[in-house]
């Protein structure tokens, strides 16, 4: 799309996302925040100025997206990868345990998140499994 992966990393310790790496990808980066600060100081209708912050938004967030999908990771890299987006899911869901415990309510919301991971891993690994 717009940008070149060759202007980013990938985030490792800061979570998810790039990190401009050149001139190149701080102008980049630049380019999308200037517009959004300038439509968020006009004075124009508020429903206006968030449709188009919105497509801006979404123009930058589908080309990250798109720029991740293409910079290369090597074997060791996507394994440290998985185990740390293993380890911080485990914590949110404990968190979310925790949380369901000290409301001492019932959330349907809140036990169906936890019913969908537990779906979304068992079909993971019964996936990865047969592959």
Known sequence: MIANPKWFN????????????????????IAFIIP??????LNIDPNLKNTL????????????????????KDEREKLHEAIADRNALWFLLFG?????????????ILVGILLGATAIKALTQIYLRDK
């Open 10 to 29: 990938l985030r490792k310790y800061s979570g998810w996302g790039l990190t401009p790496n050149c001139w190149q990808g701080w102008a980049y980066t």
């Open 36 to 41: 959004i600060a300038i439509i968020s100081s």
């Open 53 to 72: 912050i919105l497509i801006i938004t979404g123009v930058l967030i589908l080309d990250v997206l798109h720029t991740m999908t293409k910079i290369q």
């Open 96 to 108: 979310l345990i925790a949380w369901a415990f000290y409301q001492q309510k019932f959330d349907p």
